[in-house]
C-alpha cells in the first residue's frame, strides 16, 4: 500500500522557518522524482522544488530559490524542504508529489502559514 505524508506545518512569523518532510512508503523511493508544490486560497497550484532520483539534481521556483532548500534521505524514504526567511506571501497548503514508474500521487498537504 502506497503512503505518502507531509508534515511540520504551521504558524511563523515572517523571517523564520520551517521544515516540511514528506515520507513515503510502499513503493521503490530511490527512482522516484519528489516534488513539493503550494496552493494558497484562490490561487492556482504551483511547482515550489523539485528533486531527481539518481542525481538528485534539484529545481526551485524562482521566487523561493536562495531560501528554501529541498533534500532526500533514501535510507528513510523522506525528502525535507527547509524553509528560511518565510514572507507572508509563502502561505500556503504544501503538497508533495511522487513520480515514480511504479506509482505517482499526492499526499494530503501540510498547513503553512507566516503572519505577524
Known amino acids: 500500500q502506497v503512503q505518502v505524508e507531509e508534515s511540520g506545518g504551521g504558524l511563523v512569523q515572517p523571517g523564520g522557518s520551517l521544515r516540511l518532510s514528506c515520507a513515503a512508503s510502499?513503493?521503490?523511493?530511490?527512482?522516484?522524482?519528489i516534488y513539493w508544490h503550494r496552493q494558497a486560497p484562490g490561487k492556482e497550484r504551483e511547482l515550489v522544488a523539485r528533486i531527481g532520483s539518481v542525481d538528485g539534481a534539484t529545481y526551485y521556483l524562482p521566487s523561493v530559490k536562495g531560501r528554501f532548500t529541498i533534500s532526500r534521505d533514501n535510507a528513510k524514504n523522506t525528502v525535507s524542504l527547509q524553509m528560511n526567511n518565510l514572507k507572508t506571501e509563502d502561505t500556503a497548503v504544501y503538497y508533495c508529489y511522487v513520480s515514480s514508474r511504479q506509482w505517482s500521487g499526492w499526499g494530503q498537504g501540510t498547513q503553512v502559514t507566516v503572519s505577524s
Open positions: 510502499g513503493f521503490t523511493f530511490n527512482n522516484a522524482f
